[in-house]
């Protein structure tokens, strides 16, 4: 079913409506995912009164052509299409060079972007204590007091934002009664089945207990800036963290720090991903900066982000300095 064909009608028939019971789940994820508002109570972040202009000059990358994992010819369109992407940007040198827009969007269409939330957060982070506002080496509990009893009691804010908290969760997104769940349950993402108690956020936060090891020894999957800020990102990532951690099989030899995903260390690349196939994607060697929006229906797909991550790479090396 294709995007616009859902929620259309009044009523819409029942295989095509949108509730907040299947608004995460194939299909009406292509919708939910553009209609989040309509979901769940949300407050708006406005931008500044006064955005930093952006330029444009249009190239066209949709016939660019590679190889993808599997062997087989692909373009980046055929990409996008084959893997239920809803938009892609490319900007290069500050530029903005390439946009494409699937089916019910727009340059105006809101897209939840998940856990690259995060990596905005690490950003903000930075800022914040390049600003003297917060203490990376500082206990968690010196900002946020309610949580003392939790495992967070006993960690750092280095050791939230290099995800290297000892806790225990399991990140299983097919468990309808697992740590996942409880988590959405808390938020009001999900409506928690009869007899179960939705709970919120800082007295779920509270419930969360350590798997008994030291935090910032293994990454743990689970959750403008300044330069100083950047270059820590790409050198002090711990590699034995990443090693021993939850996602070492899907990107063998990666780093994780302040959020901040760094896949390929030779390359000094960034990314910021999120379930469902949100991607945000830096390479410093062609200052190249691309966005990806998608709603897979899986939660976690290798398979495409392996092909993805080709795409990306073509892109790049097709704008690299010759």
């Keep these: 079913m294709r995007p616009t064909e859902i929620m259309r009608g009044s009523p819409p028939a029942p295989e095509a409506q949108v509730t907040r019971a299947n608004w995460r789940s194939f299909p009406a994820i292509r919708w939910g995912f553009t209609h989040t508002r309509e979901m769940l109570p949300t407050a708006e972040v406005r931008r500044s009164a006064s955005p930093t202009p952006v330029r444009s000059a249009p190239r066209e990358l949709s016939r660019l052509g590679f190889t993808a994992p599997d062997g087989q010819p692909t373009t980046v369109e055929a990409t996008l299409r084959e893997t239920f992407g809803d938009a892609l940007l490319v900007m290069h040198r500050g530029t903005l060079i390439h946009e494409w827009y699937g089916d019910g969007m727009s340059v105006t269409t809101p897209h939840l972007i998940c856990s690259i939330s995060k990596s905005i957060a690490g950003t903000l982070g930075g800022i914040l204590a390049a600003r003297g506002l917060l203490d990376p080496e500082a206990r968690v509990v010196r900002y946020v007091p309610e949580l003392e009893s939790s495992v967070y009691g006993g960690c750092t804010v280095r050791n939230v934002l290099d995800m290297a908290v000892a806790i225990k969760f399991e990140e299983d997104y097919?468990?309808?009664?697992?740590?996942?769940?409880?988590?959405?349950?808390?938020?009001?993402?999900?409506?928690?089945?009869?007899?179960?108690?939705?709970?919120?956020?800082?007295?779920?936060?509270?419930?969360?207990?350590?798997?008994?090891?030291?935090?910032?020894?293994?990454?743990?999957?689970?959750?403008?800036?300044?330069?100083?800020?950047?270059?820590?990102?790409?050198?002090?990532?711990?590699?034995?963290?990443?090693?021993?951690?939850?996602?070492?099989?899907?990107?063998?030899?990666?780093?994780?720090?302040?959020?901040w995903y760094t896949i390929d260390a030779s390359r000094n690349d960034l990314a910021g991903i999120g379930i469902h196939g949100q991607w945000l994607y830096i390479d410093a060697a062609s200052d190249t900066v691309i966005v990806k929006l998608a709603t897979q229906p899986k939660a976690m797909d290798v398979p495409l982000d392996h092909r993805w991550l080709a795409a990306f790479r073509a892109i790049t090396a097709h704008l690299a300095p010759r």
Excluded: C
């Excluded at 050198?235 to 302040?258: H, M, Q, T, V």
């Design 174 to 259: 097919e468990d309808p009664a697992g740590d996942v769940a409880r988590y959405r349950f808390s938020s009001g993402w999900d409506v928690p089945p009869p007899g179960v108690e939705a709970s919120h956020q800082r007295a779920y936060l509270t419930t969360l207990r350590g798997t008994g090891k030291p935090h910032g020894k293994v990454f743990h999957y689970v959750s403008t800036m300044p330069g100083w800020w950047i270059d820590d990102i790409h050198e002090n990532g711990d590699p034995k963290a990443w090693a021993d951690g939850d996602l070492a099989e899907i990107f063998p030899g990666a780093r994780y720090r302040s959020k």
